[in-house]
Each structure stands twice: as structure tokens, then as C-alpha cells.
């Protein structure tokens, strides 16, 4: 569930930018990226990387189009919004540390955490979760440079990516469980 609720800050802009319009979105998605972060260093706990980079990513795009104004359609905004989840998760691997491992770790025995099981596990999520990402992102391209294809191809490729994500992400554990014989 706390894997969920990282991603808040894209239903706050999902949400606010389809009923007031991309600024008031973007603004929403960074307080709501803010307040977790807020959240997990008042409850002394340690920040986690998709935490952080939603904080930065909406912050960052906020700031840039409150000040720049730019002329962004509803496709722009959700092609720079998807492609820097992308960019966080990626960077998450390419650092060593795939951003589902530190949601895992609040579901799994301490004595786990630095097993080559554990990690290998969490690659793999981590993987799972860039490529429903890059479905977004390749879902965006296509919708804003070719307008003639309607629009619920883009949502439901983004509702499939995105469940399949969630699915395989509560699969993948219990079957590496099952190998294991436990």
C-alpha cells in the first residue's frame, strides 16, 4: 500500500489538471510529493528515491511553468510528467538501489534486506515498473504526434501498463517465495 501511496503526487495532478488546468495540476502534485516527504521525516524514517524525485520533478515543472508560461497542451504536460517518473525510476536502478526495494523493506524481515534475493527481486519489479513507464511515455508520443488516433488508445494503454505493473509487483514476490520452497 505505501508503494500506492508514492504515487499520490500523479493523482493529485491526474485529478486537479483535468479539472482546473496544468499549472493548478503541477502545483498539486509537488504539495502532495512535499507532504510525503514531510511525512516520512517527521516520522523519522528514511526518505525514499520516488519520494524525492516527485518532489523534485513537480516542484521543478511547477516552478518552470509559473514562471515561463509555456504553451503546453494536456499531452505536453503528461509526456514531461511520465518521462521524469521514467528518469526516477531509471535512475533508481542505475544507482543500485531500484525504488520498490525501499517499499519492500516495510513488509520484509530485516534480515532480508541485503540478501542477493532481495535485491534481484527488486531489479526486476523496479524493471517492471520502467517499462510500464515507457509505455506512458511511448503512449504520449504517439497521441501528440499523431493527433488523428483518439485518445482512449493513450488511457487504456496507460490503465493497462500500469495495472500489469501493479499485478506482476504483488505476483513476483509470492512466485520467488514458491521457488524458495517457502
Known sequence: MNLLLGFAPFIAFALVDRAVGHLEGLVAGAVVAVALVAREVLAGRSLKILEIGTAILFGGLALYALLARPAWSIMDV??????????????????????????????????????????????VITGVWALAFAVLVLADLILIYRPDIPQHVGVWATIAALVGAFKFTKWYPAQMRRADGG
Do not use: E, M
Open 78 to 123: 503528461r509526456l514531461r510528467v511520465d518521462a521524469g517518473l521514467l528518469l526516477i525510476v531509471l535512475v533508481s536502478l542505475l544507482i543500485g538501489r531500484p525504488f520498490t526495494g525501499q517499499y519492500a523493506r516495510d513488509s520484509v524481515d530485516p534480515a532480508l534486506w541485503t540478501s542477493p534475493r532481495f535485491h534481484k527481486t527488486n531489479v
